[in-house]
């Protein structure tokens, strides 16, 4: 036994402290197949039970010392790291991992090393180091024997874990192919307990989609085969995605039904992480039904459990989730703070990816410049040995002058192109550094711009909420004069209509920027939508005495996201309302043009200057102005209106003049 190998086991038997009170070294007798044997159920519990497969990889780590197996060692090492997984304990899971992948490099299986790297890449995708876990999957196929007898099973694996990643990324391109993969090996090796996983998987994938009886489908065939199974893990996530298709139905009694049983199979389970994610579930479908209290009541209770696990990614969730409850329980401070964290940690999280990537880059350089000192090293050697072999022959033999001659010039020769070889990959090594300087300095204009924009709206929505309570406390004691009343309270009406316009414009831009929904076209008449939306702003005109115009046909269709176009004419409409002067004109047109609609809101109000105009989609420059009745805003309506006309294949047009009105133009495909 080398002194490595003897350190490395030294290691292996400093580290049992997971395994302290179970030990049992009076055995003497263990055999393969008794270390075998506790492999199996090692393997067995961890989705059974945490505990359990911790007891075994325990006895299997005993044993295995008993028999001095490196092998078994390193699996039972593997198995505790495990379990440290599934219980969030990523630094000590890690610990672990480093000891049993010392060992199968000094065994040299390529297999097990394979095995050591998936690990590795578990572990860093769940402590949010994306790009890195994916290395460590793409190390763990390179390792993979091609012509090993567990090739598809390993593969199958590898993949799922891989799609996985991609899902945390929000790339469901990625997440469907690598999902692809992994189901064609488990169906080559016949790995059933990865199919139902992925069933799963391609259930989430279609609840995305809105195809609800599909990943219905998927979720109930999961549920039966991983029920066939005993994993407790997977019947607690087809639970959950069960409880989702009849919360879309409306049917919240059993989706609450099948939440509560989906939290009773990830307690059984014991993993702190999937029991906080089940109690966040519950809490939405809880919101959704109406029950706000519970709501409240659950999403507290997930945030303690999430509280004792060091996850970005679960406090991310969480916080969402919470917040989502405290203002529905009209609790706003509260709600706000849980936002403000929400939106903390989805900006540690891509501030890490971002980081991550350029530190990739950065090392692939440094190994490319590394790479090539060594070549030029190498040449130079190579070229002093040469010429020390011409000089010897020169001084050897005259009569060999004119073969030396022709060798040294064959050897400068060859010396002249191998540096012009290097001078071309110095030049494209320096336009490389040069390159990702520049990307560097965009990905920070990029952030810094980022962080303006929520810090500005975050300001814009303290003063509406201000203002309302002001309001209120003078009502407060001003109950006995009815006239001052009726005016207070009509301010405090406008102030939280203004309020309310303020609040969806940042969920509509917030949504719009941050995630990667779909847009969906359909066929929509214009002139019903027109009409509902001016209902909502009738008191706004009938205060300024607007005469408001509606001049279209009563069939007249565009193909637009229903919910893009209501977003779209709702702030037109807004800021139509908004810069008109009392017993002013708003007119609302819309045309069909060959295979084009055009629809015109245009006012006789304050109108604008062609700098305002330029200003009116730029995010950096956050152009808000007052309206005639000093109503607030926060400048995101004419980027969202810009953007989603974009989304829905049309054009938008501006034209205005100060003290002359405004006309808005959009052009949309004819339905």
Not at 290 to 297: D, R, V
Not at 547 to 576: C, S, T, W, Y
Request: proline share 2%; hydrophobic share 40%.
């Amino acid at each position: 036994m080398n002194i490595r190998y003897f350190l490395l086991l030294l290691l292996a038997t400093a580290h049992l402290i997971p395994c302290a009170g179970q030990q049992n070294f009076d055995d003497t007798t263990s055999t393969e197949d008794t270390l075998l044997e506790l492999t199996i159920k090692m393997e067995d519990w961890v989705y059974k039970n945490i505990d359990s497969s911790r007891y075994y990889a325990c006895e299997l780590m005993n044993e295995s010392l008993l028999k001095n197996d490196s092998f078994y060692i390193a699996y039972a090492y593997t198995g505790l790291s495990s379990t440290l997984f599934y219980q969030y304990r990523l630094d000590e899971a890690l610990e672990y991992l480093h000891v049993s992948y010392d060992i199968y490099q000094k065994i040299g299986d390529s297999s097990d090393l394979s095995d050591a790297n998936m690990n590795f890449g578990n572990v860093y995708t769940e402590m949010g180091f994306f790009e890195k876990g994916l290395n460590y999957y793409k190390s763990a196929e390179d390792y993979l024997p091609k012509n090993s007898e567990w090739l598809h099973y390993n593969l199958a694996y590898l993949y799922y874990n891989t799609s996985q990643t991609f899902m945390d990324l929000g790339d469901f391109i990625n997440t469907q192919e690598y999902l692809n993969k992994a189901e064609h090996n488990a169906i080559q090796d016949s790995a059933y307990e990865l199919l139902f996983a992925i069933k799963n998987v391609n259930a989430e994938l279609l609840l995305i989609e809105g195809q609800d009886e599909e990943a219905r489908k998927y979720a109930q065939l999961a549920l039966n085969q991983a029920k066939e199974y005993g994993d407790l893990l997977e019947q607690s996530k087809s639970l959950e995605l069960l409880a989702q298709v009849h919360a879309n139905y409306g049917n919240h009694t059993k989706a609450i039904s099948f939440q509560k049983e989906a939290l009773g199979k990830a307690i059984e389970f014991g993993e702190p992480v999937e029991i906080a994610k089940q109690y966040g579930h519950l809490s939405s479908i809880m919101l959704s039904s109406g029950k706000n209290q519970a709501a409240l009541e659950y999403a507290e209770i997930a945030q303690k459990y999430a509280d004792t696990i060091k996850s970005q990614l679960l406090h991310k969730d969480i916080a969402l989730i919470l917040g989502q409850a405290l203002e529905s329980n009209n609790f706003p401070k509260e709600a706000l703070q849980a936002y403000k964290t929400y939106y903390a940690y989805k900006d540690t999280l891509a501030k890490i990816n971002i980081h991550e990537r350029i530190l990739l880059t950065q090392n692939k350089i440094q190994s490319q410049e590394a790479e090539l000192l060594k070549a030029k090293n190498s040449f130079q050697q190579s070229v002093i040995k040469q010429d020390r072999i011409v000089m010897i022959g020169i001084g050897t033999a005259f009569i060999l002058a004119l073969i030396i001659l022709l060798i040294l010039l064959k050897s400068l020769r060859r010396k002249h192109h191998s540096q012009q070889i290097i001078e071309g990959k110095q030049k494209l090594l320096n336009a490389k550094s040069e390159e990702l300087n520049n990307t560097n300095q965009a990905l920070r204009q990029l952030n810094e711009g980022k962080d303006k924009l929520l810090s500005i709206l975050t300001h814009d929505l303290k003063q509406p909420f201000n203002q309302t309570l002001q309001l209120l406390e003078i009502l407060d004691h001003e109950m006995n004069e009815d006239e001052d009343l009726r005016e207070l309270t009509r301010k405090v009406k406008d102030t939280v209509e203004n309020t309310k316009g303020t609040v969806d414009n940042l969920l509509t831009w917030t949504k719009s920027q941050f995630t990667n929904l779909k847009t969906r076209p359909k066929a929509v008449l214009i002139k019903p939508l027109a009409m509902e939306l001016r209902a909502e702003f009738t008191n706004a005109i009938e205060q300024k005495r607007i005469n408001f115009q509606i001049e279209m046909e009563p069939g007249l269709k565009v193909l637009a996201d229903p919910n893009h176009l209501e977003i779209i004419l709702r702030n037109l409409l807004q800021n139509a309302v908004k810069f008109s002067n009392s017993e002013g004109e708003i007119n609302v047109r819309a045309i069909k043009e060959k295979e084009n609609v055009h629809i015109e809101v245009s006012d006789d109000g304050k109108g604008m200057d062609q700098e305002q105009i330029k200003k009116l989609f730029d995010v950096n420059a956050h152009f808000s102005t007052p309206g005639t009745l000093n109503e607030k805003g926060t400048g995101l309506g004419m980027l969202i209106v810009n953007d989603f006309v974009q989304e829905n294949n049309g054009q938008l047009e501006v034209k205005s003049k100060p003290n002359k009105g405004s006309t808005f133009r959009i052009i949309l495909p004819a339905a």
